[in-house]
């Protein structure tokens, strides 16, 4: 049985290593536009120097060799035909294939706002982004950010950390992290980064980009009519699933490629897995993106093994879980706390632990008092056991009280 | 491979197994020095004896599980499983981001106290001689043995009730 794997970021490398395992006979390639092994999450690391490309790699150096996959690196893949199984570079080889795996992830998206695109404005999606930024932030005397995600968060965090005087970080939200955070926290954020030496402009959008003659950036301007200096922009503003090859060949798609709970697509010996695709979302319910790395790598898994001919399904699988640390702070947020369903209750806890730390805890509840949505705020500990109980839909019974007490969920995991 | 069973039934609560973790993995292996030098930050038990709902003692040891969600989640390669089958954290390569601690529905992935941003995990004493956990247990609850068998390096034996009283 051949493999073809695009993509060799989370998904794509997880997918290699279990197709491995399950089938020590099976040929496998892996072909990518990229030319290393990075860990898009050490991104903002990476682009402040804090970490170098080498320590980004995410994989033993003998990842390869010791699975026995083939590599096709900086190589792009312009198309599939999946009657004749097989794909075409963009360089015209082609590359026959039993079964295919798309995980060629995500680009970021720069929104179209006047002026925007031009010299001076980066993204941070790729290890090329990164290095970009890395040359360029050192000698801009100001840094704008354009959306309070995680991307955005923790690189205007990384910037602050390495001695950058003036960041500022515009969100259309009333508060950094509106995915992951409610209003209590949220704001709590905002006053933290703001406190820390990020200037925060949260609930206002970018309306233009003003740039001089050559084309250099000047000025953000706001559609509140704040004017901020900027010769570095950074958009963090959200991403597009490199879908394109698959929804050509007409691939049920919607914002990704929809793949079903056997990590399959629409299309016969085909499978997608990680930020390129859509399944369906274990808390909401409904099919979406699951853009996280541990997601990533369970999807991959799963497609890996019933690629190569094993039985797998996304049990429980929600990319709805993230942990962030900014400024000393840990947070974690399990849930759709985005998406609030008006008859869940709302419990919010909080005390100082003995470090110090003010702790927070805002836990949501349905009527049948099933966990439901948390975020934890300073000791996340025990964060674990409330995703857990999330994922699992068991009531908060004793993860209620503001310190958890030692009870064990786990004995009924 | 190294098997650590934990019987809960012998069990008495008296901690042992908590201060001899946190005195084998401070940095001259003294409990006097640990508390004053690292002060109370630094000092953070891999293992913990805790309560269930219907007030039984519970020692809590990280499970090492045949599929580990902190591995699964670990997105720097710093988690990973050793030869001998315990789940080892590379301090080194570690970046902190949590996305472990998040992940194990056991919750013995935890956020390093030391003020460094690392994750923090029993290592399964795999670079000592002995588990210092089972060396000071007093009870006979923690032992350690050589088996052949293949299955979790850690098994706990007469686990109390759980069922409805976990919710």
Redesign the interface.
Known sequence: MRHVIIGNS?AGTAAAATIRATDPQAEILLVSQDSTFY?R??LH?VATGQ?NTE?A????EDWAEKHQVELLLDCTVAAIDPEARQATCADGRTLPYDRLLLASGSRSFLPPVEGLAGPGTCSLRSIEDALQIRELYRDSKHIVIIGAGLVGCELAEALVKVGHPSVSLVEMAPHPLPLQLESITGERLRQLMQDSGVEMYCADGLARVERDADGKALNVHLQSGTVLPADLIVAAAGVRANAELLRDLGAECQRGVVIDERCQTSLPNIYAAGDVSECQDSTLQRVMPSA???AA??QG?VAGINMAGGDATLLDHTGL?????LFGT?M?S?GPVFNIDPSWHKDFFQHTD??GRLCTKVCYTDERQILTAAVLCGD??????Y??AIIKK??L??LKPAAV????????? | MRQKTIDVALCTGCKNCELACIVAHSPNQDLQQAYRQGG??AVRARC??????RKNL?P?HCRHCEDP?CV??????ALAKNADGYVVCDTE?C?????C???????????S?SGK?LMLKCDGCSDKECMACVEACPTGCLNVSETDKQGDVVQYLN??E??EE??
């Open positions: 989370a860990s999450c050490q690391l970490r320590q790699n995410f994989l033993p996280i790395w541990p790598r369970k898994r879980r993230a942990s962030v640390s840990s974690v399990v003995s470090r996340v500990s025990q964060a674990g056991l995703a857990s068991q009531p019974g004793d007490p030692d009870h064990v969920l786990a004995a009924a995991v | 109370a930050e913990k004896v805790g309560l269930t709902e519970f809590q969600q699964r989640a670990c997105m720097s390669g390569t970046v902190g981001c949590f996305m601690v998040m992940s194990c529905p056991y919750g013995f992935a935890r956020p106290t941003r686990l109390p759980s069922g976990c919710g």
